[in-house]
């Protein structure tokens, strides 16, 4: 038997009173539980308000908790890994070639100035500038319906700071120790540092593109 | 779910095998095809259903399609390229296994314990 609208904005509020602050679990236990609610109702001669509870209840003890724990965690590995898989990407070959010529340009365009570290710094706060720009572009996809949407929670709560704020203290070592900045192992060890640091901005880019692609095709079509 | 234990290392290749034969399934479905095949002695519970197929989505091996169905969200699971080429592997695991299992419980006559 289908259920109708009253019963089902009945079932939303039952669902909300748990918290469920993710907008695709929320909608997924919905679906669940007005199915299972339905198929009770056509088989048994349970009520409704039984058929919604004992469906709940079928999640087991803080089931919607444990659930949407357990998905923030596996979501946090996924991106982990995607993130680290992108920027081992460009550090192999035929990519490898593109973060060598980085480097050195970074290094002979260093070595151009009287102060070297000038450009060194301004790669880094320049690639956590665009980092920080990507954030705030995909504001727009955090929330549907005003629920929280748990791809890009997650993506923040792992990499919005992850980003910034390695890039952030090593520009202001490279402020700090400016004056020290001559010798030419010095500036190699700092050119690699940027190139990872832009290398890093560039596979942050990647996987947020495809994040946001994702979420576009589900939840904004 | 019934004989949970036994069950449990299980459940994966089981969600996997119904997603490879059925294509694409929702949460719910899952559950009732699992329970209509088995006529009614597998229970998969919902606490243990939607980790694990979140887990195998994190992993790569699902991939999700979300339809509007009577004015609400319906998420439903597939398998991935490298799902399918998993299930194969985990299937032919399982078999083995039922097969070990099978030599244990019922081993053949003069190798019994």
């Given at each position: 038997m289908k259920l109708n609208e009253a019963q089902i904005q009945y079932i939303r509020e039952y669902i909300d009173a748990f918290d469920i602050k993710y907008y695709e679990l929320r909608e997924e236990f919905l679906d669940h539980i007005i199915n299972s609610v339905e198929a009770r109702m056509a088989t048994t001669d349970v009520p409704f308000i039984r058929a919604v509870t004992d469906a709940k209840d079928a999640f087991g003890h803080n089931g919607f908790k444990v659930i949407m724990t357990e998905r923030e965690k596996s979501l946090t590995l996924q991106y982990k890994k995607q993130f680290q898989g992108i920027l081992r990407g460009y550090f192999k070959f035929p990519q490898i070639f593109i973060s060598l010529l980085f480097a050195i340009a970074v290094f002979v365009v260093s070595a151009?100035?009287?102060?070297?570290v000038k450009v060194m710094l301004i790669i880094i706060f320049g690639a956590m500038l665009l980092a920080a720009v990507q954030i705030i572009e995909s504001?727009?996809?955090?929330?549907?319906n005003r629920h929280l949407l748990l791809e890009m929670h997650v993506f923040y709560n792992t990499f919005g700071f992850a980003v910034i704020i390695p890039n952030l203290c090593m520009g202001m070592t490279l402020f700090k120790d400016s004056a020290d900045f001559g010798s030419p192992l010095l500036m190699t060890v700092f050119s690699i540092l940027s190139t990872v640091s832009f290398m890093s901005f560039l596979s942050y880019r990647k996987l947020k593109k495809e994040v946001v692609g994702n979420i576009k095709k589900l939840y904004f079509n | 779910m019934k004989n949970s234990q036994l069950y449990k290392g299980s459940l994966n290749t089981i969600i996997m095998k119904l997603l490879e034969e059925n294509g694409r399934m929702y949460g719910y479905e899952i559950t009732q095809k699992v329970k209509l095949i088995t006529k009614g002695e597998l229970n998969i519970t919902e606490g243990a259903l939607y980790p694990a197929l979140h887990k195998l989505e994190a992993d790569g091996l699902l991939d999700v399609e979300v339809e509007k169905v009577d004015n609400r969200l319906r998420k439903y699971y597939k398998l991935t390229e490298s799902g399918e080429k998993e299930t194969v592997n985990r299937l032919a695991e399982l078999e083995e296994f039922i097969k070990n299992m099978q030599s244990l419980v019922s081993p053949a006559p003069g190798l019994q314990f």
């Open positions: 151009m100035f009287e102060k070297p504001l727009r996809y955090r929330k549907v | -």
